[in-house]
């Protein structure tokens, strides 16, 4: 049972403190990582999916970020703005939800790149996705295929793909990338104010309807200056 998604809200609301002097002047999603801003990567990519319509939220540095997308001819970009006050990961996607439809969608969070091996990654979500088992779908990277990444791995998989914490181990084997397609009946039940989709995952784990797709490119992490010269070194060899 496959769905793909024409809708996604990316999060570009943080401070990117950890990128250091690269976000001095400009919001994280506008450092360039082979002569382009993150953001455009990233709507890009969802375009390249048959996304046609992308929430994009909004904190520092906002108005750069806005004049930036204004520009884009497509696709549809809508803003979520958070100047006010930063709502967190899952905050920032349940303040999104009014302005998006009722069909499952991707969230996208704006400092992970890769590289395609086969049939591009969001397709291939897409092509997982079973709304009658799943919740949420995430895309990962296997460790020994990832930059950019600070810890020892997020969660373990399992054969039929459900997903597991790393917890107590000592290491995992696969990273989150940033990228998942899920519902909005996931944030059912949720806080009003600033709260992280770890809330909303943690929930999903014990039901058994948190599942992964192992990426099979290289996963980059862009965030810190380090991140962003490993994912240029990545990017240039495809």
């Known amino acids: 049972m496959s769905f793909h998604p024409t809708e996604a809200m990316v999060l570009a609301a943080g401070l990117g403190t950890?990128?250091?002097?690269?976000?001095?002047?400009?919001?994280?999603?506008?450092?360039?990582?082979?002569?382009?801003?993150?953001?455009?990567?990233?709507?890009?990519?969802?375009?390249?999916?048959?996304?046609?319509?992308?929430?994009?939220?909004?904190?520092?540095?906002?108005?750069?970020?806005?004049?930036?997308?204004?520009?884009?001819?497509?696709?549809?970009?809508?803003?979520?703005?958070?100047?006010?006050?930063?709502?967190?990961?899952?905050?920032?996607?349940?303040?999104?939800?009014?302005?998006?439809?009722?069909?499952?969608?991707?969230?996208?969070?704006?400092?992970?790149?890769?590289?395609?091996q086969g049939a591009p990654a969001l397709r291939r979500m897409g092509d997982a996705w079973d709304d009658t088992k799943m919740d949420a779908l995430m895309l990962l990277s296997p460790m020994d295929k990832t930059t950019g990444f600070d810890g020892a791995g997020d969660f373990f998989m399992d054969d039929a793909g459900r997903l597991t914490r790393r917890g107590s181990a000592s290491a995992a084997p696969f990273a989150w990338m940033g990228v998942q397609i899920t519902t909005k009946?996931?944030?059912?039940?949720?806080?009003?104010?600033?709260?992280?989709?770890?809330?909303i995952w943690d929930r999903m784990i014990p039901n058994g309807r948190l599942f992964g797709l192992a990426h099979k490119g290289t996963g980059c992490h862009v965030g810190s200056p380090q991140g962003a010269r490993e994912a240029e070194e990545v990017l240039a060899q495809t």
């Open 185 to 199: 009946a996931a944030y059912a039940e949720t806080p009003d104010g600033p709260f992280s989709n770890n809330l």
């Open 18 to 116: 950890r990128m250091q002097h690269l976000t001095d002047d400009r919001p994280k999603p506008m450092v360039e990582v082979m002569g382009r801003p993150l953001i455009d990567h990233v709507i890009d990519a969802l375009e390249a999916a048959g996304v046609n319509h992308v929430v994009v939220n909004v904190h520092y540095k906002a108005e750069m970020l806005i004049d930036h997308l204004g520009a884009r001819k497509s696709p549809r970009i809508s803003i979520s703005d958070e100047r006010e006050a930063l709502m967190d990961t899952g905050g920032g996607v349940k303040q999104a939800l009014p302005l998006l439809s009722d069909a499952p969608f991707f969230t996208y969070n704006s400092d992970f790149l890769w590289t395609e």
